[in-house]
């Protein structure tokens, strides 16, 4: 089972920021948060992924908890072309080992 | 780069028929996984393979059967399916070089498969 919850849907409003929230309670020291987003019947396509500290790249921002047990996905400016199933998981640094993908969350980005 | 291919897009096979999917990399990455997604839900692993051996099979039926001939390739055998194994079939890879680096996986764009 998904070791993450996250909402079903979500709704944001183009150019503004996103914030997709995820809560990983039961998470380990040594499992990393990554999130993926499916755009429809495309491949899941990788955003980021953190372990303690807060992570930016080109696509999105990840802030982590202190105690580690929530995450948030920032995409600062949202664009149509953002719509998508986006998915928080929890995964140890093990070569070779699987991704358990939850329900994820739906965003719907409109102009 | 990060680009993993899939070739077919899309499938159409009867239950009697025999087909092959896909896969290819070369990002030198030495794990290579097929997940299954049915319509509306997630992804599900099927099988991994680590540095050309097979890790992990969830317990998929032997009608399906993974091979790797290399480090860059990874087939899915088809035989004898169902109509409910159409799905869509996502193939992925990830360095294996954990734990000196996190061991992202990138997935490929995905075979459509309809069994009739």
């Known amino acids: 089972d998904a070791k993450t919850t996250q909402p079903t849907s979500m709704d944001c409003a183009e150019g503004r920021a996103a914030n997709l929230p995820c809560n990983h309670s039961?998470?380990?020291?040594?499992?990393?948060v990554y999130w993926y987003r499916q755009i429809h019947s495309q491949g899941p396509q990788y955003i980021i992924h953190?372990?303690?500290n807060n992570e930016t790249n080109e696509m999105a921002s990840l802030i982590i908890t202190e105690d580690r047990k929530s995450s948030t996905l920032i995409l600062p400016h949202a664009t149509l072309r953002d719509t998508a199933v986006y998915y928080c998981i929890v995964r140890v640094n093990q070569a070779g080992t699987a991704l358990i993908f939850g329900k994820g969350t739906t965003l719907s980005v409109s102009s | 780069d990060t680009e993993v291919t899939q070739t077919p897009k899309h499938l159409v096979m009867g239950m009697t028929n025999k087909k092959s999917l896909k896969c290819e990399q070369h990002m030198g990455h030495r794990a290579m996984y097929w997940y299954k997604q049915k319509a509306k839900k997630p992804p599900e692993l099927m099988f991994v393979?680590?540095?050309?051996?097979?890790?992990i099979n969830e317990s998929v039926p032997s009608r399906f059967s993974p091979e790797c001939p290399n480090s860059s390739l990874l087939n899915l055998h088809l035989h004898a399916l169902q109509p409910e194994d159409s799905a869509l079939y996502l193939c992925a890879s990830s360095p294996g070089l954990a734990p000196r680096g996190t061991d992202t996986q990138y997935f490929g764009p995905g075979t459509r498969l309809t069994v009739l």
């Open positions: 039961t998470i380990s020291g040594n499992e990393y």
């Open positions: 393979y680590s540095y050309e051996k097979l890790s």
């Open positions: 953190g372990l303690k």
